[in-house]
């Protein structure tokens, strides 16, 4: 079983930076690809960035290429998200997410077998 905890969401002026972070539980963390997602309110989960369990292959969504990056510390069993030049659009709840057999950062939610609970992250304008 594998536990993910996101941390680092809040509210910030449209143009501005937030950085998020995932703690997984696990001494495989290393061995998995992760993900980050997210959800607008009355809009479908959508996929925002990968990365594979070496950190060495990234995919973005088209709506976030050039201003978000995914990163990862296996030695500290943590995924970031770092996100600048933050739009309005951006609004969403954001949840990172598990793939225990992740050679392949996946865009697809369905490869995914754990999900965290999420964090808010809110831009105004």
């Known amino acids: 079983q594998v536990q993910l905890v996101e941390s680092g969401g809040g509210l910030v002026q449209a143009g501005g930076s937030l950085r998020l972070s995932c703690a997984a539980s696990g001494r495989t963390f290393s061995s998995y690809a992760m993900g980050w997602f997210r959800q607008a309110p009355g809009k479908e989960r959508e996929f925002v960035a990968a990365?594979?369990?070496?950190?060495?292959?990234?995919v973005y969504a088209d709506s976030v290429k050039g201003r978000f990056t995914i990163s990862r510390d296996n030695a500290k069993n943590t995924v970031y998200l770092q996100m600048n030049s933050l739009k309005p659009g951006d609004t969403a709840v954001y949840f990172c997410?598990?793939?225990?057999?992740?050679?392949?950062?996946?865009?697809?939610?369905?490869?995914?077998?754990?999900w965290g609970q999420g964090t808010q992250v809110t831009v105004s304008s």
């Open positions: 990365i594979s369990w070496s950190g060495g292959s990234t």
């Open positions: 997410a598990a793939d225990p057999y992740g050679s392949t950062p996946y865009q697809a939610a369905r490869e995914y077998d754990y």
